[in-house]
C-alpha cells in the first residue's frame, strides 16, 4: 500500500528578518519578538544570507547549556532575553543548508521545558482578568518584588509606601481579599492586584507575549532538525501546549498559533494520538477527541497557511494506523472541506487537500466508498489533472486516488458518469494516460458492467 511521502520543507528561519518568509506564515503576521539578537550584529548581512548575520560557535551551548535553562526558569526579562536570542542563533539555519552543527534538545536537559515553561507563563495571564482563576498564596518569589517587565520600577518608585497584600509568606486569602474590599487600587498600583509569581501591567503583558512568541518560534526551528523529532514527539507536555496554542486559535497571538501548528505538522509522522492517555505526566488535560477537534477548527480556519498546514497534518497524521479510531470518526466533516479545498484557485491549498486525500483513500473500503460519494469530489480531482497543477505530482496523486476509488464495486456506478472525462485525458496526455486506461479498464471489465459502458459508449437503446 503506498503511503503519502513525508518529506518536509527544510529552511526553516526562525527569528529571521522579515525578508524570510516562514512557511505557512499568515500575511501580517511577521513579527521580530526573539530576533533581537539579530541587531546586535554590526555588519549587515551579506546578499547572499537571509538571515542574522552574527554567528554561534558550536561548542557555545554545550558550554553555556546550564545557564541557558536557568535564564529561561528565572522568569527574569534580562536573563530571558538573553536565553531566547541565543537560542534564536543556535537553532537559525540558513536556506537549503544542512545544519551539522545544530543544537538538539537531548544536549541540553531541561531545555525543552524551559520553553515551554516561558509559553504556560504567557498563557496563564492571557485570559481577560476577571476570567482568571481566584488568588493563590505566593510560595515561589516571594520576596521578589519587581522581575524587570513592563513598568514596574516607575510603579514602585511612585508607590512604595503600598505593601504588596499578595507578597510574603505570612499573608493570607483572607487578609488580600480583605484589604481589596477595603481601598480600591488605582490604574497605576493595579498591578500588584495580578495573580501569578510576577506583577504584569499592559505593557509587561505585552513583553511576556513576545517571550511566549519568542520562545514557540524557538520550538518550531527545533522541530525541524532530525534529533529532535523522536524527543519532542515523545513529550507530552509540549504537545498538550501546541495543541493547547492552535485550539484558542480565535484569541490567541497568530504568530504563535502559527508556530505551534508548524510544529505539530512537522512532527506529525512520529505521533502517536495515544501519548495523551498515557501514564506520562499531564500538564494540561488534552484528550484525542479535543486534539483532533482543534485541528479540525483550524482545517476549517479563514487563514490560507492554517487551513493548508491543517490538511497536511491529517494527512502525515493518518499514515499512522494508532491514529486512525480518532481521525475516521471525523471523516466527513475531513471529506467535505478538503474537497472544498480542492475549488479553491490556490496552488498550495490543493496540494495539500490532495496529499490529504490520497492517504486516506488508503485506508479502507468505507473510507474510498465514503470519498466518492462526497459531491464534486471526482469532478474536482478531474479539474486538478486537466488544469493541470503547476506540480505533477499532485496530479499523478489526485489521478490515484480516482484509480483507488474505481477498485471498489459500489464505486463504478458512479464513475461510470465520468466515462468520457476518463477517455479523453487516455488520448490527450501521456503522463496520466496508464492511469486512466486501468480506471477504464476497471469499469469496463466487470461481467455486470460490459453492457452499461456499451451503452455508455455507443450509445445503445435499452
Known amino acids: 500500500m503506498q503511503k503519502r511521502e513525508q518529506g518536509k520543507v527544510g529552511g526553516a528561519t526562525g527569528g529571521a528578518t522579515p525578508l524570510t518568509a516562514k512557511r505557512g506564515r499568515p500575511f501580517g503576521s511577521g513579527s521580530n519578538n526573539a530576533a533581537a539578537a539579530a541587531a546586535a550584529a554590526d555588519s549587515a548581512a551579506p546578499s547572499t544570507l537571509l538571515g542574522p548575520s552574527l554567528q554561534v560557535h558550536s561548542s557555545f551551548a554545550d558550554q553555556n547549556n546550564k545557564r541557558i535553562v536557568l535564564a529561561l526558569q528565572s522568569g527574569l526579562k534580562s536573563e530571558l532575553t538573553w536565553a531566547l536570542n541565543t537560542l534564536t542563533l543556535l537553532s537559525f539555519k540558513e536556506k537549503d543548508d544542512v545544519r551539522r552543527d545544530a543544537t538538539p534538545l537531548a544536549k541540553i536537559p531541561g531545555l525543552l521545558d524551559g520553553l515551554l515553561q516561558v509559553i504556560d507563563d504567557w498563557r496563564d495571564i492571557a485570559l481577560p482578568k476577571e476570567l482568571v482563576k481566584g488568588p493563590r498564596v505566593r510560595l515561589l518569589g516571594a520576596n521578589s518584588v519587581v522581575s524587570g517587565f513592563g513598568n514596574e520600577y516607575e510603579a514602585l518608585s511612585s508607590n512604595d ?133 482543534a485541528i479540525m477548527s483550524m482545517l476549517g480556519s479563514s487563514v490560507k497557511a492554517w487551513h493548508c498546514a491543517a490538511a497536511e497534518l491529517l494527512g502525515r497524521l493518518i499514515i499512522n494506523p494508532d491514529n486512525e479510531p480518532f481521525l475516521l470518526p471525523f471523516a466527513p466533516q475531513i471529506y467535505k472541506r478538503l474537497v472544498d479545498l480542492l475549488s479553491l484557485p490556490a496552488a498550495d491549498a490543493q496540494a495539500a487537500a490532495v496529499g490529504a486525500l490520497y492517504n486516506l483513500a488508503e485506508i479502507n473500503m468505507d473510507c474510498r466508498l465514503k470519498l466518492a460519494s462526497e459531491r464534486w469530489a471526482v469532478d474536482r480531482l478531474l479539474k486538478v489533472i486537466k488544469n493541470p497543477h503547476p506540480v505533477p505530482e499532485v496530479c499523478r496523486k489526485a489521478a490515484m486516488i480516482l484509480e483507488s476509488l474505481v477498485s471498489e464495486p459500489q464505486n463504478r456506478n458512479l464513475l461510470l458518469a465520468y466515462e468520457n472525462s476518463f477517455a479523453e485525458i487516455v488520448f490527450s496526455d501521456g503522463k496520466y494516460s496508464d492511469t486512466f486506461a486501468r480506471i477504464l479498464y476497471e469499469l469496463t471489465s466487470r461481467p455486470n458492467n460490459k453492457m452499461t459502458a456499451t451503452r455508455g459508449v455507443w450509445g445503445m437503446p435499452s
Open 161 to 293: 509606601a503600598h505593601p504588596n497584600p499578595g507578597m510574603g509568606s505570612g499573608s493570607s486569602n483572607t487578609e488580600g481579599s480583605s484589604q481589596k474590599n477595603m481601598m480600591r487600587p488605582s490604574p497605576s498600583e493595579w498591578w500588584f492586584d495580578e495573580d501569578g509569581l510576577f506583577n504584569q501591567d499592559e505593557e509587561g503583558r505585552a513583553e511576556k507575549q513576545q517571550c511566549a512568541v519568542g520562545a514557540s518560534n524557538i520550538i518550531r526551528n527545533f522541530s525541524f532538525m532530525p534529533d529532535n523529532e523522536v524527543i519532542m514527539a515523545q513529550h507530552r507536555h509540549c504537545l498538550e501546549t501546541v495543541f493547547q496554542c492552535i485550539e484558542d486559535h480565535v484569541t490567541e497571538d497568530e504568530e504563535l498559533v502559527t508556530n505551534a501548528l508548524e510544529t505539530i505538522v512537522n512532527l506529525a509522522p512520529l505521533l502517536d494520538l495515544r501519548i495523551f492517555s498515557s501514564s506520562k505526566p499531564s500538564y494540561i488535560k488534552i484528550s484525542e477527541k479535543r486534539a483532533v477537534q
